[in-house]
């Protein structure tokens, strides 16, 4: 029973950690890129990198701020590696399908593949850096 809780906590604590994150980034990135902003047209494999980048250095940050897994049963803390970007992934993506509706201008990591990479990194780093 408690294995059980201690996964479902868990995942939902990375998910939340790479939801806060994955919001905060592209604020940020948004206010920084929009007085500068020319075309629409974003390289693809460019914004591929800078996802795995933000995503990378985001998990430093994390692991800097909260340097300590909350659960310490390391197959446990796998299970994060698999579902938090999946999920950070479709939420991502809903996200963009919400703003494509109300006509609000897309950023890259409204998608799938750049929500997704963005939080595997993330989780990556935690997974391998936090102690």
């Known amino acids: ?21 994955q919001v905060l980034v592209e604020l940020g990135m948004r206010s920084l ?15 591929f990198i800078g996802s795995i ?11 800097w701020i909260l340097p300590n897994h909350i659960f310490h ?5 796998g299970y994060g590696l698999i579902y938090v ?9 809903g996200l963009r399908r919400l703003r494509e509706s109300r006509g609000q201008q897309v950023f890259f990591m409204d998608s799938f593949t750049y929500g997704y990479t963005f939080a595997l990194f993330m989780s990556l780093v935690r997974f391998y850096r936090a102690g």
Do not use: Y
């Not at 029973?1 to 994150?21: D, P, Q, R, S, Y």
């Not at 890129?33 to 914004?47: C, G, I, K, N, Y």
């Not at 049963?73 to 803390?77: A, G, N, P, S, T």
């Open 1 to 21: 029973m408690e294995a059980i809780f201690e996964l479902v906590f868990g995942l939902l604590w990375e998910l939340f950690a790479n939801l806060v994150f």
């Open 33 to 47: 890129v929009e007085p500068f902003r020319r075309s629409d047209r974003r390289h693809p494999v460019l914004a």
């Open 53 to 63: 980048m933000l995503g990378s250095l985001a998990g430093v940050v994390s692991v």
């Open 73 to 77: 049963v390391k197959h446990l803390q």
């Open 85 to 93: 970007p999946l999920l950070c992934g479709a939420t991502m993506a």
